[in-house]
């Protein structure tokens, strides 16, 4: 069984909402605003790429991502790696084709069923709403976590409101930064 990892940049009241930027959110940008550059507080980003054998995607994360990354060298052990998008609407033809194979899945089954296949680590950059719906479904098996020092109120949010039994995690890795950043990564106990 493949693990599933959940990576997100995470304000300190769980709001993952425009960490980099994104047009019509009030604090777009706010892991770069006010927060000091600390290299080796993203250090566990070039891991996941070295670790990371397919990615999986919500279709708005993916339409953000698909443009930008291909082209970045900060990425480029993404781009030969097999991705995958959950999404009921989008369509073969809006798939970019400089980023590797990519599938379109339509359903949490199908996502459990990507992950009972071979191979290693699946990643999920951003998709919120994905995550939260992955979450309850017990699909995520890891979460790789840089909670940084700042209250935003309002935004989406990394985990979901649904009322639910209680999820044990086990905290596996953590480092605190100068920067105030956390590292934190989490398995999920089954």
């Known amino acids: 069984m493949r693990t599933l990892i959940s990576t997100a940049f995470v304000s300190l009241d769980g709001v993952v909402e425009a ?4 047009a019509g ?3 777009a940008g706010w892991t770069f605003k006010d927060i000091e550059f600390v290299p080796e507080a993203y250090e566990i980003k070039g891991r996941e790429q070295k670790e990371a054998s397919a990615m999986l995607f919500g279709r708005t994360s993916y339409e953000a991502f698909s443009p930008v990354w291909p082209a970045m060298e900060e990425f480029a052990d993404y781009k030969p790696l097999p991705k995958y998008v959950v999404s009921t609407t989008l369509t073969d033809d809006a798939l970019v084709s400089d980023w590797g194979d990519t599938t379109i899945l339509r359903s949490l089954d199908e996502v459990a069923a990507l992950k009972e296949t071979d191979g290693g680590p699946i990643i999920m950059h951003g998709s919120a709403t ?49 920067n105030g950043i956390q590292m934190n990564v989490f398995d999920v106990v089954r």
């Open 19 to 22: 960490p980099g930027g994104e």
């Open 25 to 27: 959110y009030r604090n």
């Open 130 to 178: 994905l995550n939260r719906a992955l979450s309850d479904a017990g699909l995520i098996d890891r979460y790789h976590l840089l909670v940084f020092p700042v209250l935003l109120g309002a935004g989406k949010r990394l985990f979901s409101e649904t009322d639910k039994d209680a999820q044990k995690l086990k905290l596996v890795e953590h480092e605190a930064y100068s």
